[in-house]
């Protein structure tokens, strides 16, 4: 895995990064897809997967703050059975993330964003069965097992935690707990990507990983950025310009695997 070098490149990171992370600000989410997916464009899949493991992590403690103790501790219990398994899926989608091919990674990526996009639109009714969270059987224990430990792998492996972010959603938390509580589970993943990255071998050299470290600034500035614009723009715009560009990465990456463009 090589990250070519270039003031051009460096501008082109930089602005993805400060553009996801102004996405999580803004939204509660989004940072690792939109940043990875768009990285994914102009660098093979498995760097811009290992790239983001630290500009991810930084995000997610600077989100996490805005949970007081009392809502850590409740929510840290709540759903602890789901950060356990997701913690454990982690692990096994890194453990694999560099033996798949880069065409149909990128496919696969697009295909997860634009699924992603299909149920968190609210435009057109879905079937019942797409969202199992809806379900109070998909709420319980051994529900969020599974659910964690697939949507883990796929993490792991993809930095694609959108599945996570849906399920979290059919909880009806306020908008600042629920950012507060997809910061708590992402930061947990987060730290045991930092880990086992290491483990593992996933940073092939000290450019990916010393580019990695510094791309955590404008990820922290943008989260910033999109904080200040959160109160003076309304759920539905927030909600419909994510997913706009969630659309506009996902066709794109599609359509690169597929060698269209």
Avoid at 28 to 42: E, K
Avoid at 76 to 97: D, K, W
Avoid at 140 to 166: D, E, K, R, W
Wanted: net charge positive; with cysteine; hydrophobic share 55%.
């Amino acid at each position: 895995m090589i990250l070519p070098v270039s003031w051009t490149m460096v501008v082109i990171v930089t602005a993805i990064v400060l553009v996801a992370g102004a996405t999580n600000g803004l939204a509660g989410f989004g940072f690792a897809v939109v940043g990875t997916m768009a990285l994914a464009t102009v660098i093979d899949p498995a760097t811009a997967v290992v790239f983001m493991i630290l500009p991810i992590l930084a995000v997610n403690v600077s989100l996490v703050r805005d949970l007081s103790r009392r809502e850590l501790r409740t929510c840290s219990q709540r759903f602890g059975p789901l950060i356990a398994a997701a913690l454990v899926g982690t692990v096994v989608g890194m453990a694999v993330l560099d033996r798949l091919p880069e065409a149909p990674l990128r496919v696969g990526l697009g295909l997860l964003t634009l699924g992603f996009v299909a149920t968190a639109q609210q435009r057109v009714p879905l079937p019942g069965w797409v969202s199992v969270g809806n379900s109070d059987l998909g709420k319980t224990p051994l529900a969020m097992v599974g659910i964690g430990g697939v949507s883990g792998a796929l993490f792991g492996g993809t930095n694609v935690g959108v599945q996570l972010v849906a399920y979290l959603r059919s909880f009806d938390l306020s908008h600042s707990v629920f950012v507060g509580v997809v910061a708590l589970v992402f930061l947990g993943l987060s730290v045991t990507r930092v880990a086992f990255a290491g483990v593992f071998g996933l940073y092939p050299n000290a450019v990916v990983a010393g580019t990695s470290v510094l791309a955590a600034v404008p990820a922290v500035a943008g989260v910033a950025v999109g904080k200040r614009l959160r109160t003076a723009v309304s759920d539905r715009v927030r909600r419909a310009a994510v997913l706009a560009l969630l659309s506009i990465i996902g066709f794109r990456l599609v359509a690169s695997g597929l060698g269209v463009v």
